[in-house]
């Protein structure tokens, strides 16, 4: 594969396509696909198949290609294609996208040739007739020194190219697809440099030290100090230690505030550079002015990127060749998004906070969500339109951002379903939380009374269910009891107090729908968030004929746990949460009996796997699991999880 790491571009050089394309969506009758261009593209789509002799080219123009302007040198083009004959199942089909410049035209081999797997002349993907093959996995943070869990997928893809039935059907991201709060000095300063290469659109700013996106960018404090950009009133302090300074998390993970993305095109910068190697090629970071301490944290994060940067070619690759559909967790927008009503008082009562949450929101639309559902979204995307094309002198209209933004946060929830075999049911757990009415610092249910009602309704009678959870369902108990624990001490903040159990009445409503006699018989539930990997088989008890539930997690991507603490964590739930322990009683899934699954290379009976990665799962004609691996990206090979009960 050509090196496009150490070939920085010449400086007046712009190649025509900047990041993608990203294959979202493949169906008999349509094809979705997104990709970011440095100028607005004239683009015609070529689909062949020599099995069965299969060729179309087809012009993109009207609704079929939707480009939207974020920069002055920046065109997201959002493809969707539908198809007057539909195209065959479990097969190989390639495609190209042909940039057209008057008589010339190219094609992905000439403009992305590191798209290409060896010996392939296009791209190809594989429309599956059932999910018969998931890929899925959570947090992918780019200066983790894990190794990335898209590299999996592509070692995976180039085994089976030519396979169509070893190809996996779906990848399902299911959740911090960026770290928009969570970001490297040496990440946040290629995301300024790639601003103004491209010449993003800036904003004004209210409620900040600053005025505008190029005092940020230009102010002292703008790496690693940008707490200190809040007016300095007494009302602002919680705004700032809870957004904005990072709060320590000492028994799951450190969150670190101080560089978090602000403008919209700080975020959009974010996605090219996380999705595409070219955006590298077009910029040269320098390492900024910093206070010793802050010099030093840069330079190892610095070494951490450019691992993840050298990956690069290969997840573009992937994710041109399989269908890939997303859903937010808090990361893409912020840590501990909705995590409390005091919460969201504090953050959405802020003008500042308000619109660091909705810049977020609006790159997840144009980035995330209109991949998975194009057609929910046409009147949020002519809104996005009209504040794209009132950039004057390239400066967003702060009014018509605004408008977006409250609109945006009025969507009555982000989930979708998909007719595929088995049905897909994608949950939204952070826009309709169950808000405690008791204490507004108690954490929220990850999905209300409606929403769970509106849900249960989404899978009646349905003899098995695909669900996406971005938090399991199904947690480890002990953890689950630590952060109950800090909840009753007024601190959720402190553990990430954010699972199903940590709200009575969600908790409540969801046992009783595993529990209605007219849901699905078999129900998998793929999970993230959490750091680590694990396998639970979950019955109801005294039902013979109950449903079986699978609860499946796989975390993180590019995202590990403390492993020290993990251990301790493992031993101590399989000691204190045993079958025979009184404390089974006193949880709320006392009706339900859990069964863990252990991975093949445990070494005493651990249940939880630490290691980056990707989940891999193969289900039969039925929709049941047949076989669960964890892909580690160290190169160890794949783990799977074994049926056998514990000893």
């Given at each position: 594969m050509p090196s496009l790491i150490d070939s920085p571009a010449p400086a007046d050089f712009l190649p025509p396509v900047l990041a993608g394309p990203l294959l979202r969506r493949t169906e008999p009758g349509r094809l979705v696909f997104w990709l970011v261009g440095s100028r607005p593209l004239t683009l015609s789509l070529v689909l062949a198949s020599e099995a069965h002799q299969l060729q179309r080219s087809i012009r993109l123009d009207g609704p079929a290609c939707q480009r939207l302007a974020i920069g002055r040198d920046a065109v997201l083009h959002l493809i969707d294609v539908v198809l007057d004959e539909a195209l065959p199942s479990d097969c190989l089909i390639e495609y190209d996208l042909r940039v057209h410049a008057g008589a010339a035209e190219q094609g992905i081999a000439d403009w992305a040739p590191h798209l290409l797997y060896e010996g392939a002349r296009r791209p190809s993907f594989v429309i599956k007739s059932r999910l018969d093959r998931v890929?899925?996995?959570?947090?992918?943070?780019?200066?983790?020194?894990?190794?990335?869990?898209?590299?999996?997928?592509?070692?995976?893809?180039?085994?089976?190219?030519?396979?169509?039935?070893?190809?996996?059907?779906?990848?399902?991201?299911?959740?911090?697809?960026?770290?928009?709060?969570?970001?490297?000095?040496?990440?946040?300063?290629?995301?300024?440099?790639?601003?103004?290469?491209?010449?993003?659109?800036?904003?004004?700013?209210?409620?900040?030290?600053?005025?505008?996106?190029?005092?940020?960018?230009a102010h002292p404090a703008?790496?690693?100090?940008?707490?200190?950009?809040?007016?300095?009133?007494?009302?602002?302090?919680?705004?700032?230690?809870?957004?904005?300074?990072?709060?320590?998390?000492?028994?799951?993970?450190?969150?670190?505030?101080?560089?978090?993305?602000?403008?919209?095109?700080?975020?959009?910068?974010?996605?090219?550079?996380?999705?595409?190697?070219?955006?590298?090629?077009?910029?040269?970071p320098a390492i900024p002015m910093l206070e010793p301490r802050h010099a030093e944290r840069y330079r190892c994060e610095d070494a951490c990127l450019q691992a993840f940067r050298q990956g690069l070619p290969?997840?573009?690759?992937?994710?041109?060749?399989?269908?890939?559909?997303?859903?937010?967790?808090?990361?893409?927008?912020?840590?501990?998004?909705?995590?409390?009503?005091?919460?969201?008082?504090?953050?959405?009562?802020?003008?500042?906070?308000?619109?660091i949450i909705g810049n977020a929101l609006i790159a997840y639309l144009l980035c995330q969500a209109w991949g998975n559902q194009p057609e929910?979204?046409?009147?949020?995307?002519?809104?996005?339109?009209?504040?794209?094309?009132?950039?004057?002198?390239?400066?967003?209209?702060?009014?018509?951002?605004?408008?977006?933004?409250?609109?945006?946060?009025?969507?009555d929830g982000w989930g979708y379903e998909l007719a595929t075999e088995p049905p897909l049911v994608v949950l939204d757990t952070r826009t309709r939380r169950w808000r405690s009415e008791r204490n507004l610092s108690r954490p929220s249910g990850l999905m209300d009374w409606e929403a769970l009602s509106e849900f249960q309704q989404h899978i009646l009678d349905k003899p098995s269910v695909l669900i996406v959870s971005p938090p399991p369902m199904f947690g480890v108990k002990l953890i689950e009891t630590v952060q109950r624990v800090f909840s009753w001490a007024g601190q959720p903040l402190l553990v990430d107090a954010e699972n199903w159990m940590a709200h009575r009445g969600a908790a409540h409503v969801m046992m009783n729908i595993f529990r209605h006699s007219r849901t699905p018989g078999d129900y998998v539930i793929l999970s993230g968030d959490v750091h680590y990997s694990f396998v639970y088989e979950v019955h109801i008890r005294a039902r013979e004929r109950g449903p079986r539930v699978?609860?499946?997690?796989?975390?993180?991507?590019?995202?590990?746990?403390?492993?020290?603490?993990?251990?301790?964590?493992?031993?101590?739930?399989?000691?204190?949460?045993?079958?025979?322990?009184?404390?089974?009683?006193?949880?709320?899934?006392?009706?339900?009996e859990v069964v863990p699954r252990v991975p093949d290379r445990s070494r005493a009976g651990e249940r939880l796997w630490n290691g980056a990665g990707i989940g891999l799962l193969v289900l039969d004609e039925h929709g049941r699991p047949q076989e669960i691996y964890q892909l580690n990206a160290d190169g160890s090979g794949p783990v799977a999880f074994l049926a056998e009960r514990p000893a």
């Open positions: 890929l899925h996995g959570s947090c992918r943070k780019p200066h983790h020194a894990a190794a990335d869990g898209l590299l999996c997928v592509d070692q995976l893809l180039a085994r089976e190219h030519s396979d169509p039935l070893g190809r996996p059907a779906l990848l399902l991201m299911t959740g911090d697809q960026v770290y928009a709060d969570d970001v490297a000095g040496p990440m946040l300063v290629a995301i300024h440099a790639l601003v103004r290469r491209l010449g993003l659109y800036g904003e004004r700013l209210e409620g900040a030290v600053v005025d505008d996106s190029d005092a940020l960018f703008t790496y690693y100090r940008r707490e200190q950009l809040l007016p300095a009133f007494k009302s602002n302090e919680a705004l700032r230690e809870r957004f904005f300074g990072g709060v320590e998390k000492p028994v799951f993970t450190t969150a670190n505030g101080q560089n978090h993305l602000i403008t919209l095109g700080e975020v959009m910068a974010m996605y090219l550079l996380v999705w595409s190697p070219l955006p590298w090629t077009l910029i040269a290969q997840v573009a690759r992937a994710l041109a060749h399989v269908p890939s559909l997303m859903i937010f967790d808090d990361h893409d927008i912020t840590d501990d998004w909705n995590l409390s009503a005091r919460w969201e008082e504090t953050a959405y009562g802020h003008p500042l906070s308000r619109r929910r979204f046409g009147e949020l995307l002519v809104q996005t339109r009209q504040l794209l094309d009132t950039a004057g002198a390239a400066w967003l209209d702060c009014a018509a951002q605004d408008r977006l933004i409250d609109d945006l946060f009025k969507l699978w609860q499946i997690t796989s975390s993180g991507v590019k995202n590990e746990f403390p492993r020290r603490l993990l251990d301790w964590f493992d031993r101590l739930n399989r000691w204190l949460y045993a079958p025979w322990s009184p404390l089974n009683w006193l949880t709320k899934r006392r009706r339900l």
